[in-house]
């Protein structure tokens, strides 16, 4: 693996806010839905990977944020933070999302568990389009952990699921105009033999 603090682009001794912060600042820059349909995509993609690896690297073994939170459920380590993850998944479990929603924003580190539970709280608000790229944006910090991948993966299929109904319907491609053309079209038809679809006022 190439040296973290060179991939990250800070040097060496950097404070742990001046990691994180080089670290946010690259993590936007390469984000995958940056280069959907783009030719660079998958060299974005290894980019991204490469800066996780070396954030995880710099920042998990030393009280980061990779590893040491979920440690924090079981053995008390920062007790703080995992703290706060339990409780806001039990309040997104009640349906309290607002709740939960307020407590995630007041949260100034935000490691995968963050993106997590806030792409949780906009799938239980039914912005599935939101939520999914939160939901991405954790799997791409902890590739390895399940819980977040299988989660994912459920909510990619709901969507395809939906999406070939829809298609199947004749709906697929569709849309308002689509749908008010059809509308006129039926009310000259109707008019000609002496109905009315759509009457004027």
């Known amino acids: 693996m190439k040296d973290p603090y060179e991939v990250l682009g800070v040097p060496r001794g950097a404070t742990q806010d001046e990691i994180k912060k080089a670290y946010r600042k690259l993590a936007k820059q390469y984000h995958p839905d940056n280069y959907v349909n783009n030719p660079l995509a998958d060299l974005a993609a290894e980019k991204f990977k490469e800066i996780n690896e070396a954030y995880e690297q710099l920042s998990g073994n ?54 997590f539970l806030k792409g949780s709280v906009f799938m239980r608000r039914g912005w599935h389009s939101q939520g999914l790229n939160f939901i991405q944006q954790a799997v791409n910090m902890e590739p390895h952990n399940i819980e977040y991948r299988t989660v994912l993966n459920q909510y990619m299929n709901q969507t395809r699921q939906y999406r070939n109904v829809g298609t199947g319907m004749g709906g697929g491609n569709m849309d308002a105009c689509d749908c008010c053309q059809s509308m006129i079209c039926a009310d000259c038809c109707c008019e000609c033999m002496g109905g009315d679809l759509i009457r004027c006022c």
């Open 62 to 115: 030393q009280g980061g944020t990779q590893g040491s939170y979920q440690g924090g459920y079981q053995s008390g380590g920062q007790t703080t933070g995992a703290g706060n993850f339990a409780q806001i998944r039990n309040l997104i479990n009640m349906g309290r999302l607002e709740e939960a929603e307020r407590l995630l924003d007041q949260m100034g580190d935000r490691p995968a568990e963050w993106f």
